[in-house]
């Protein structure tokens, strides 16, 4: 099977010195769940990161910035299933078009500059020409935005790793609020939701935990939907007060979702109508079968329970400017140590764990393949294993 995938990708304009080997994604580790940036003080906030091994030695038939980092900043969430265009300018597509390293046309909604979907709602943190190298010493020196140009209002953080014709995207958790008034009243609310992916046994409760940054009397509403094209939202929690800056929400999932895979969403409404929406940026996995210790493959999904393990929930928390240490397109493309592009899903797949219940690898060729053949067959859905 990974043979087969590797022909079809050397197949097309991906067949450059390049083609399959792992892109180095940005690592976000240590971001802080909420960043306030006072521009009443200081419009910049600076964002640390880290990679997991420099990659600056480009092929023969690579463009000359290949293999570089940009910075964006996106003015509204999107669900894990809702991928971000893959190429930034029609020059990116085009220089790499030129040497064979890229198709010579894409669909409009795959590349920023012309995408409707996200039109006046990109910003970029490092300009085009400015893209950095993949080195330890510049991941050291993180990266500064100056948000004095940008709407008020509450940002996404993505890293972009170009590297034609595969480019990556690593969306930091967390959010950044920018305000010019630091009292809550001043600024529309905002949350973040820190748990990753989650693999539940049928009729197990998981707890959606994040932070919030909201006036007095706000409320959160939170929703299921399964991880389908048309997504159709359930509320599983309404009108909660919010109390504090930070939350925590039980989820049982219903029937439906038994030997299925969820999205979950959350809304934070203020007294002033304003409101924030936010998702977790990983799937809800729910198996087909109940309790711990026992394999029993009743659920047509993974396998039985008791042969995987549940995601990890992150800690809860708000920060301020500058206290954060150190998600790809049509798939991931993972890097060295198994980073994957949040929302852009590099599939899961073999490595078993006894009972002869399997999960897949998260990186390394295979991964990277399978991610990529996904993504040609455009699949914007999990599907169900065994």
Same mark, same amino acid.
């Given at each position: ?10 197949? *097309? ?39 997991? &091994? ?45 040497? *064979? ?23 970029? #943190? ?7 190298? #993949? ?21 996404? #953080? ?185 929302? &852009? ?20 060729? &295979? ?7 996904? *993504? ?11």
């Amino acid at each position: 099977m990974a043979s087969a995938i590797g022909v079809m990708l050397l197949a *097309g304009p991906a067949a450059a010195g390049n083609g399959t080997k792992p892109r180095i994604t940005v690592d976000w580790s240590g971001a802080p769940c909420m960043t306030i940036v006072d521009r009443s003080a200081d419009p910049v906030v600076h964002m640390d990161y880290a990679i997991s &091994q420099e990659d600056t030695d480009l092929t023969e038939d690579e463009v000359s910035d290949s293999r570089t980092h940009q910075f964006f900043a996106l003015c509204r969430a999107h669900d894990p299933q809702s991928f971000l265009p893959r190429w930034i300018t029609q020059d990116d597509l085009d220089r790499a078009a030129a040497i *064979g390293s890229a198709p010579t046309m894409v669909d409009a909604e795959d590349m920023f500059e012309t995408s409707t979907t996200w039109a006046d709602c990109w910003f970029r #943190i490092t300009p085009d020409d400015q893209r950095l190298p #993949i080195t330890f010493a510049q991941a050291a020196m993180g990266v500064d935005w100056d948000t004095s140009a940008v709407p008020a209002g509450t940002y996404i #953080i993505d890293g972009y790793t170009f590297e034609p014709a595969i480019n990556v995207w690593s969306e930091r958790p967390g959010v950044v609020k920018v305000v010019d008034d630091p009292a809550l009243p001043a600024s529309g609310p905002a949350l973040a939701i820190n748990n990753t992916e989650e693999v539940l046994n049928k009729n197990e409760p998981v707890t959606i935990e994040g932070c919030v940054s909201a006036m007095d009397g706000s409320t959160i509403t939170a929703y299921w939907g399964l991880a389908e094209l048309d997504v159709q939202w359930q509320p599983f929690l309404e009108d909660d007060p919010v109390a504090g800056s930070s939350f925590a929400l039980e989820f049982l999932p219903p029937e439906a979702l038994a030997g299925e895979t969820a999205m979950i969403r959350v809304d934070v409404t203020d007294p002033m109508g304003r409101s924030y929406t936010n998702y977790m940026r990983e799937l809800v996995i729910v198996l087909g079968t109940e309790g711990p210790g026992s394999c029993n493959d009743g659920g047509g999904f993974i396998g039985g329970a008791g042969c995987g393990g549940s995601g990890d929930s992150g800690d809860t928390g708000d920060g301020s400017a500058g206290t954060g240490n150190a998600d790809d397109t049509a798939g991931t493309a993972g890097d060295a140590t198994g980073n994957t592009t949040p929302g &852009q899903d590099g599939g899961d797949g073999g490595g078993g764990q006894g009972c002869g219940c399997a999960t897949a690898p998260r990186s390394g060729p &295979q991964a990277l393949a399978l991610g990529l053949l996904l *993504g040609l067959f455009g699949l914007r859905r999990r599907k169900a294993l065994g």
